[in-house]
């Protein structure tokens, strides 16, 4: 009896939460996608999540980070869903009450985070209204006895089974209604409308939900803007990898290490979006303002009209643990930011470029670093193809040698000349550096860790090693406590990039060996083994695995 009890709570209140969420998806589709409730809701959620919780996170989770999160909440949705069910069934009005916070979340996180505009309350708005009346319609499904003229609530208790005895005063008609019908005999009659009534209410979330979804897609998606998209040539092609993977991958060692080139769907994705954001190119442009002698904004025709030149570049995140995989390298095409700092006149004294996304992400730049010749991008080719929209399509900022954090603004459209000492972006006001350079790195992918090797055959010990923008001289290796001994490297096209290198190895009897690697930069500073954690400026250590001989 206390079972059906819960059971028909529960369903009402999870029922309710999801034509809430159902309807907002609808909604949203007319709005916007990030106007959706659940995104609104997440993305107050990251603001609000403790600098430790989202390293913890971005440690644990990587680029799954954000998936972890809509699970999380929707997890948490529905367990307070089931309580405002709960709630409802004995008083609606504490139900109805229950919904009213859930919907004023929405509201409040989609009013109190720069990412959202005042619209996209509007999902919520009309999520919230919905839920309310499944939860009447519920309730009352749950306990029609209530209608007027049936038998006063107290009657249904059955024999041998006492009537409750409640304070005068405190439940609502309806609830009194529903908390006796539910698994008192009468409660038979009522199942029928009721399970009519909830079976109405899923139908009707999950075609909400999914319809919704769809018609956002049709909507807002750019995909197809994208795949329509024709990129110039570059005016400077970047130099073909080839010979590099000829080196690494030599006839003696067999295929080894990592690919020259990380393909794009490969490549590791770093980002607070949870709704990536899509913007047309039509759409899109990027201003460039403050101190700057002359405002500049730029369309993307106008964009794509400049001389681009095509470069690889190792990007690399500041929370990429030693041995990570938060690196990649790929052909990026751009046109020259520090060309467009100088047309625009950015002033002497503004030392920092404080870059925005669409979605409301500031990333702080030195402007020392992008203006000293380097190949500063605004890109909007990756690997030969239009920038992925997760990579940041339309366009994105890459700087060779900096951080993600600290230069790599996807869908970016806005750039203002400032200074460190009047501006925090996002990533610093957590308490990450406000200025730093990549740390000379370098991993062993093969063999992996844990990997069993064969006494008396060659095997290729490779990897890559990264230093951008000063470059790597030498990686060396060692096996157990020995001697040190370099590897050959890859050539490479630029400093800009990782290096791959290789060194064979045979294992001379069985047992179990740790391989360990270091490098040394183009200046012939050695990597340093001592361990700091990626906080707050990137991590150091050398990176280690342990392999078995047989
Ligand atoms: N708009 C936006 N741009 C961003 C970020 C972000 O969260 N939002 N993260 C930055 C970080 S921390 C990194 S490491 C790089 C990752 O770029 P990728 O996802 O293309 O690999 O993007 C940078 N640009
Ligand atoms: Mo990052």
Redesign the pocket.
């Given at each position: 009896m206390r079972l059906a009890r819960i059971g028909v709570g529960a369903s009402i209140g999870l029922l309710s939460a999801a034509v809430a969420l159902g309807v907002g998806e609808v909604v949203a589709a007319f709005v916007r996608p990030a106007a959706s409730p659940v995104i609104v809701v997440g993305n107050r959620f990251i603001l609000l999540t403790p600098e430790p919780v989202k390293r913890w996170a971005i440690r644990s989770f990587g680029?799954h980070d954000k998936t972890v999160l809509l699970s999380g909440i929707y997890v948490v949705i529905a367990a307070l869903a089931v309580v405002v069910g709960l709630l409802a069934l004995r008083r609606r009005r504490d139900g109805l009450i229950g919904i009213a916070v859930f919907g004023g979340i929405g509201v409040y996180a989609a009013l109190s985070t720069n990412a959202h505009r005042g619209s996209d309350v509007i999902p919520s708005i009309f999520g919230t209204l919905a839920a309310l009346a499944v939860l009447v319609v519920l309730v009352r499904a749950a306990g029609t006895d209530a209608a007027p003229g049936s038998p006063p609530p107290d009657a249904a208790a059955g024999p041998g089974r006492p009537a409750r005895v409640r304070p005068a005063g405190r439940a609502g008609p309806a609830g009194r209604a529903a908390a006796a019908a539910v698994g008192a005999p009468g409660w038979a009659a009522n199942r029928r409308g009721f399970l009519q009534g909830s079976a109405a209410a899923a139908a009707l979330a999950a075609v909400a939900g999914f319809g919704g979804r769809a018609a956002q897609h049709a909507r807002f998606d750019v995909a197809t803007a994208r795949a329509k998209l024709r990129l110039p040539a570059p005016v400077e092609p970047a130099v073909p990898p080839a010979p590099v993977a000829q080196v690494v991958n030599g006839p003696d060692l067999g295929k080894s290490g990592v690919p020259w080139n990380t393909p794009n769907s490969d490549?590791?994705?770093?980002?607070?979006?949870i709704s990536v954001?899509q913007i047309e190119p039509k759409n899109w442009s990027l201003r460039i303002h403050g101190m700057v002698d002359r405002e500049l904004r730029l369309n993307y025709s106008e964009l794509l009209a400049r001389p681009l030149i095509e470069r690889w570049i190792t990007?690399?995140?500041?929370?990429?643990e030693v041995g990570g995989g938060?690196v990649?390298n790929a052909r990026f095409l751009g046109a020259r930011l520090a060309d467009l700092l100088r047309e625009a006149g950015v002033h002497a004294g503004a030392d920092q470029l404080v870059?925005?996304?669409?979605?409301?992400?500031t990333?702080g730049a030195p402007t020392a670093v992008v203006m000293d010749g380097r190949d500063a991008l605004v890109a909007v080719g990756?690997n030969g193809v239009p920038l992925?929209i997760?990579?940041?399509f339309p366009a994105?900022?890459v700087v060779p040698g900096l951080?993600?954090?600290v230069?790599?603004?996807?869908?970016?459209v806005d750039i203002e000349a400032t200074t460190f000492a009047s501006n925090q972006a996002?990533?610093v006001q957590g308490g990450w550096s406000a200025q730093t350079e990549i740390k000379l790195q370098s991993r062993i992918d093969t063999p992996g860790s844990g990997a069993t090797v064969k006494v008396g055959q060659p095997v290729a010990i490779a990897g890559i090693a990264w230093d951008q923008h000063v470059g790597i001289s030498q990686v060396e290796v060692q096996v157990g406590k020995g001697e040190w001994r370099s590897a050959r490297l890859a050539p490479v096209p630029s400093t800009d990039t990782w290096r791959q290198w290789v060194l064979p190895w045979t294992p001379p009897k069985a047992g179990q060996y740790t391989l360990r690697v270091r490098a040394v930069d183009a200046a012939g500073t050695v990597q340093p083994p001592t361990y700091q954690d990626v906080f707050p400026s990137g991590a150091t250590g050398l990176h280690t695995v342990t392999v078995h001989a047989r």
């Open positions: 680029t490549f590791y994705r770093i980002d607070t979006a954001p990007l690399c995140c500041v929370s990429n938060l990649g870059m925005s996304s669409s979605d409301g992400m990333i990756m992925p997760v990579h940041g994105r900022i951080y993600g954090y230069s790599a603004c996807k869908w970016v996002y990533w």
